[in-house]
């Protein structure tokens, strides 16, 4: 085959898994990222809510706002993941459930979250946690074959407000570390959101 038409089907290959997996995708192995989850990540101070801030393009998270992620431990010791959030043209609530357990006791900011009802699952860094202001999620994975990689990416905030100057510039600290694209995230609406005691009646 001429070298014309193997790039173009590469290029079709990586538009169309781009359209199926609904990630961003960009240049290089995940090895090769400076990217390190927190050594000495303790789940246990991070269980309860977490608002989502920024986040990079998801489609699984299209058009959602009003992001939370609340952590819980079960007794097995995996924690609950329950992300909420609302289509923010119908205003209907989304609601997904994950496991989260930590694989690897020296590599505790490594979790692996299962997603039952969607048969899904995922591999999700703890990048670093101050556990009262913020959060850095990130996960990554090849594309297939390819010189390619899926990332996401999630900043976190204990409160609906967000962070203090302060907080949002160790933020940007850690995702040069990081090598995170900053350029990527995109701003998750906490502002219009239903009051907390409707919570109760959805
Ligand atoms: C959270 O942020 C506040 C305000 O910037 C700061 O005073 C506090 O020390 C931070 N908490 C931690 C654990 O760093």
């Not at 699984?60 to 043209?89: H, M, R, W």
């Not at 609530?93 to 690897?104: E, R, V």
């Not at 299962?114 to 996960?139: C, H, K, M």
Request: include cysteine.
């Amino acid at each position: 085959m001429d070298l014309k038409l193997v790039s173009l089907i590469v290029a079709a290959l990586v538009v169309l898994s781009h359209t199926v997996q609904g990630q961003v995708l960009l240049p290089g192995r995940c090895d090769r990222q400076q990217a390190a989850a927190m050594s000495d990540f303790d789940v246990s101070q991070y269980v309860g809510k977490w608002y989502e801030q920024y986040r990079y393009f998801a489609a699984f998270e299209i058009g959602l706002k009003c992001v939370t992620a609340e952590y819980s431990p079960l007794p097995d010791g995996t924690v609950q993941v329950n992300n909420k959030g609302i289509n923010s043209n119908n205003g209907e609530a989304k609601d997904i459930l994950g496991i989260a357990s930590i694989q690897n006791p020296e590599e505790p900011g490594k979790l692996h979250v299962v997603f039952p009802e969607q048969g899904a699952e995922a591999e999700l860094w703890i990048l670093r946690t101050d556990y009262e202001n913020f959060s850095v999620a990130y996960s990554c994975r090849d594309a297939p074959g390819l010189n390619l990689r899926f990332v996401s990416a999630w900043l976190l905030s204990r409160t609906a407000e967000g962070y203090t100057a302060d907080v949002r510039a160790e933020v940007d600290r850690i995702l040069l570390q990081n090598n995170v694209d900053v350029r990527r995230f995109l701003p998750v609406d906490q502002q219009s959101c239903p009051a907390a005691t409707l919570d109760f009646l959805q």
